[in-house]
């Protein structure tokens, strides 16, 4: 009997630490930003798409920016100030650059508005070792609103994002904003950090949430600070009041479509979906950016 309890005992404990590694792993993997994420992602490669508005860009003059975030942190913004009353400040996704979002920055310069393009922490030129999902992030997007309304406290501001960074940007709305946020843009995001992560174990391993989920958020919690059902859209969307554009591709395959109809059913204000057929993640604007960029002029003009 004795035995048999050890052995037990002795499977039990081996299988917890085995559950603790691979939530460390997923930790690493995943969230650390210290290692290469290209086996994820891929190559970040600038097109020849991304390079036309890029040079557009260039003649506006854009300089670099930072910010002191209450963490602590140093974090990077590329700012072009036309001395307009009017701000777009664009979130990039994860693994991704402020360079990406050239195309959307021209878009809001023609229309007339200052743009504030951010490094997201632990990217780029921004300091920091992890991502949170949007959980951290959108405390320091609250930190950039309130630089640029010391620069124009009577500023009107859009937000805008993609992917992670329109979960930063979704997640920020429950925050205290200033009245100076007029509209939000969200453009594949996903409902939270615990269904993405779970999505994608789904999809890559063939395997359910419970138990490696469970574990790996108990881990980041203890490395990270958050849970992964901290990393809360949805919940933010529930409890905000301002007007958001929900964007999301049809052939979304890495934040599923079926994401958005949650987000914007919980939205309980003024609100717009706009899906794009045949869309990819976060380059839904590439597959039909005249209907992308009209909705987009649409709605800023509506409420700003």
């Known amino acids: 009997m004795f035995m048999w309890i ?3 005992l002795l499977i039990v404990a081996a299988t917890a630490g085995l559950l603790f590694l691979i939530g460390h792993v997923f930790y690493s993997v995943c969230l650390y930003m210290k290692n290469d994420k290209q086996y994820i992602t891929g190559p ?12 557009i860009f260039l003649t506006y003059g854009p300089r670099d920016v930072y ?16 001395h307009a009353s009017k701000w777009a400040i664009l979130m990039h996704g994860y693994m991704g650059r402020n360079g990406e979002l ?6 809001f310069l023609e229309e007339g508005y200052n743009v504030l393009s951010l490094s997201q922490r632990a990217h780029n030129k921004s300091e920091g070792k992890a991502v949170s999902m949007g959980y951290y992030e959108s405390d320091d997007l609250v930190d950039w609103i309130r630089y640029v309304v010391q620069k124009d406290p009577n500023c009107s501001i859009v937000l805008y994002g993609v992917s992670m960074g329109a979960a930063t940007v979704m997640m920020s709305l429950a925050k205290n904003l200033p009245a100076n946020v007029k509209a939000c843009i969200e453009d594949c995001g996903y409902t939270s950090a615990w269904d993405e992560f ?54 979304d395959e ?22 794009i057929e045949g869309g990819e993640h976060a380059i839904a604007r590439y597959q039909d950016p005249a209907l992308y960029f009209s909705t987009l002029r649409e709605w800023i003009h509506t409420y700003v």
């Not at 910010?67 to 036309?82: K, P, W």
């Not at 050239?102 to 878009?107: E, H, I, T, Y």
């Not at 939205?267 to 717009?272: E, G, L, R, V």
């Open 198 to 251: 779970s999505y994608q174990l789904k999809k890559m391993a063939h395997l359910p949430p419970f138990p490696v989920v469970h574990v790996a958020s108990l881990i980041t919690k203890l490395r990270g600070g958050f849970r992964f059902k901290d990393a809360d859209p949805l919940g933010a969307v529930h409890r905000s009041h301002i007007p958001t554009l929900f964007i999301h591709g049809t052939k």
């Open 67 to 82: 910010l002191t975030n209450r963490q602590g942190l140093r974090l990077h913004g590329i700012e072009v100030d036309q």
């Open 6 to 8: 050890l052995i037990i």
């Open 44 to 55: 970040i490669v600038m097109d020849k798409r991304t390079q036309k508005y890029e040079k």
């Open 102 to 107: 050239v195309d959307v920055a021209d878009f």
């Open 254 to 275: 890495f934040v599923p479509t079926h994401m958005v109809f949650k987000l914007y059913h919980f939205a309980h204000y003024p609100k717009q979906l706009l899906l």
